[in-house]
């Protein structure tokens, strides 16, 4: 199912001659994925301490920066043979623990459905940890859509802008969060499936 994250290769090719100064420049890929984590802690801390609605717009653009920051981690670690398994290690965890951290916040929110924003998130893990999983029956890394990691930033990123900049929410985000949760659900089976395709069951 077509994704957001097929135009990652037309992103990295952007991206490749600051992935190649940061080598000269001695820094590693774990570096650059400890920088993503702490930018999405740092942010979610924001979004809890300060109850302005302003605040909302800083997620799009640290939402692009960690987009930023997790290619280039790959391609570093890729293309300068500075791959290691603490790094897949780090790579995968952060993934996951920068979407809460940027995430949950919001559920605290008064814009926001509590309830169904934790719905989001949790689905939203269990899709990564769907893709994480073909790996261990002998497929491919999946991240198969239609509601992959960039999707799901592109939503919030955009609502948030829309908050932030004066939108006032309305019944409308409610069914618009579970029609995000029905889409997870199915990017979940659809990885799944394309995971047991993959080996041949």
């Known amino acids: 199912?077509?994704?957001l994250y097929d135009i990652k290769p037309a992103f990295q090719r952007l991206l490749r001659p600051l992935a190649n100064r940061l080598v000269r420049a001695g820094m590693t890929p774990n570096g650059v994925t400890w920088a993503a984590l702490v930018l999405s802690l740092a942010t979610g801390a924001a979004l809890?301490?300060?109850?302005q609605r302003q605040i909302l717009l800083l997620v799009p653009g640290v939402l692009v920066v960690r987009m930023a920051l997790n290619a280039?981690?790959?391609m570093m670690a890729r293309e300068h043979d500075m791959a290691t398994p603490l790094g897949a290690l780090l790579n995968e965890l952060g993934d996951v623990i920068s979407d809460a951290a940027l995430y949950l916040p919001l559920a605290h929110r008064s814009e926001?459905?509590?309830g169904w924003v934790v719905v989001v998130v949790v689905l939203a893990l269990m899709t990564e940890i769907a893709g994480v999983t073909a790996q261990a029956i002998g497929a491919s890394r999946r991240?198969?859509?239609p509601l992959g990691k960039s999707d799901r930033a592109f939503l919030f990123g955009a609502l948030c802008l829309a908050?932030?900049?004066g939108v006032s929410p309305g019944r409308w985000l409610t069914p618009l969060l579970a029609v995000a949760a029905?889409?997870?659900v199915v990017t979940i089976v659809h990885r799944g499936r394309q995971a047991l395709a993959e080996?041949?069951?």
Do not use: I, K, Q
Request: aromatic share 20%; no cysteine.
């Open 1 to 3: 199912m077509p994704t």
């Open 48 to 51: 809890l301490y300060w109850p």
């Open 72 to 74: 280039l981690d790959g």
């Open 112 to 114: 926001w459905p509590s």
């Open 143 to 145: 991240y198969d859509g």
């Open 163 to 165: 908050f932030g900049g």
């Open 182 to 184: 029905g889409l997870l």
């Open 199 to 201: 080996v041949g069951e």
